[in-house]
């Protein structure tokens, strides 16, 4: 069916975070062309539908049997594309506003099993001692081999206070990990910032939501403030941010971009799929968002810049991070991002649900598609890690790439798998508590983008 009608602000995500998705796309109705119908292959499923009905070991709902059809369409798409329930979908709204109800655990499924992509930093799950790479393979006693992931984020979300039992397999433990969790309010505010020193601040992105542009500009305005004048460099941080709203990626690489600079372009089958976003175009940022990038100090379109990223940073962050290294406006650190380029669109039902469509790929401003590809750092920076030698086994870390049926990349064959490295995610504060340091000083990649930083500097100066 052909969809020729909508309108979008665009959805960019990775996985499913735990409690709601972590991004959201706002959709007008969409016409649909009529084509002809597969009669003989609906003749089947009316079949295959009234034989369960009749001679399936027990009664099966009506209503459940469409769903789980509606289900397995959309999820044999590819990894991103999904149906929303009238739950679902509600709580992917509230999702994006940066509050929701669960365990602080973004999601994905791998070979029938829960996959841990990130927990969130000060959430139940972080203070467990829940690590990326973990496989969930019980909720209290029922095995999740079998669940759709929706099914599964469903049983981990419920009424905070109350409990759940997760047992994860671990990489490099014999035996399963039983955690009991309390699951609690989870409130997300994705921008965390520090003044390294004098002259150098550091501003780190957790995911793209609604607010994340504004609080963008108040941090790199309390920068200026607390340096008491221009900054001579910034880190921005996008390791472990699996993405979020597509208009916010386009609003936070405006605020590094010169006016008018184009962030990012889709191509998909439709006409309102085609698209060329820049930080100034007049129909797709709000006049809200205009405004606070009105508010970007005038060092942030100048001063020094390095990006830091990882195998966890996704979506929106390869938006953000392909805009600038394609302007050459900042230096890109770190190992190579996630690979996923693709546009989900949220297309509203009648009955309340929706489906989440996957509607168009993404490229950077030079056609880069990133598919399946990821976004290569201009400096690779490994993470500096302490292995036993016997734990030297294949990387527990996932890419688009990694995912059944993914999308291809649409220019070029994807890359061999690669190993990717995960640093703890983390989560922002209005302002940054005297005394607290935000980013560990014994951080490898952010030391090494830090004395790039400084020589980037030197060298604009002379």
């Known amino acids: 069916m052909k969809i020729s009608r909508f ?11 735990l409690g709601a998705a972590l991004t959201l796309n706002y959709p007008a109705v969409a016409q ?13 499923f ?16 009506d209503k459940k049997l469409i769903t789980e059809a509606i289900n397995g369409m959309l999820s044999g798409l590819d990894p ?35 996959k841990v992509v990130a927990p969130i930093e000060d959430t139940p799950a972080h203070r467990a001692g829940i ?11 029922t095995p999740v081999k079998g669940m759709s ?35 609690a309010v989870i409130k997300i505010r994705s921008v965390k910032y520090q003044l390294i020193e004098p002259g150098y601040g550091y501003v780190r992105i957790t995911q793209f939501q609604e607010q994340t542009g504004p609080a963008l500009v108040d941090a790199l305005r309390d920068l200026e403030t607390q340096n008491k004048g221009p900054l001579s460099g910034l880190v921005l941080d996008l390791r472990n941010n699996p993405g979020g709203l597509l208009n916010t990626a386009v609003g936070v690489a405006g605020a590094f971009l010169k006016p008018g600079d184009l962030v990012v372009y889709t191509d998909g089958r439709s006409e309102d799929a085609r698209m060329r976003l820049t930080n100034a175009r007049e129909h797709y940022l709000r006049s809200s968002e205009r405004d606070y990038l009105a508010r970007v100090p005038a060092w942030a379109k100048t001063a020094p810049l390095v990006v830091l990223v990882n195998g966890g940073s996704a979506s929106a962050s390869e938006i953000v991070a392909g805009a600038v290294q394609d302007h050459k406006r900042a230096l890109v650190v770190g190992t190579q991002t996630f690979g996923k380029g693709s546009v989900q669109t949220i297309l509203p039902l009648n009955n309340g649900a929706a489906i989440k469509l996957t509607t168009a790929r993404y490229f950077t401003p030079k056609g880069r598609s990133i598919q399946a590809k990821g976004i290569a750092p201009d400096i690779v920076v490994e993470e500096a890690t302490v292995t036993a030698a016997a734990d ?41 508590p005297e005394g607290r340091d935000i980013i ?12 790039l930083l400084k020589g980037l500097n030197l060298l604009q100066a002379r």
Do not use: C, W
């Open 440 to 451: 560990s000083r014994n951080d490898y990649q952010f030391n090494q983008a830090l004395i």
């Open 131 to 141: 690590k990326s790479g973990d496989l969930i393979i019980k909720l209290d006693e």
């Open 80 to 114: 991103h594309s999904a149906y929303l329930d009238p739950e679902a979908f509600k709580e992917l709204q509230v999702g994006t506003q940066g509050e929701f109800g669960g365990l602080g655990i973004e999601v994905g499924m791998e070979d029938g099993f829960v």
């Open 46 to 61: 009316t079949e295959i539908f009234g034989k369960i009905k009749s001679d399936y070991v027990e009664p099966v709902d």
């Open 149 to 183: 992931l929706n099914d599964a984020v469903k049983r981990m979300r419920g009424k905070p206070g109350t409990s759940i039992t997760l047992t994860i397999m671990r990489k490099g433990e014999a035996k399963p990990i039983v955690v009991t969790l309390t699951r």
């Open 7 to 17: 309108k979008q602000i665009g959805l960019l995500a990775l996985g499913a975070l």
């Open 392 to 432: 030297s086994g294949p990387s527990l870390a996932v890419r688009e790439a990694d995912l059944s049926r993914h999308l291809s990349n649409g220019k070029e064959e994807s890359p061999a798998k690669t190993e990717k490295d995960k640093t703890p995610k983390d989560e922002k504060m209005e302002k940054q």
């Open 32 to 44: 649909r062309e009529r084509e002809v119908l597969p009669v003989e292959d609906l003749r089947a």
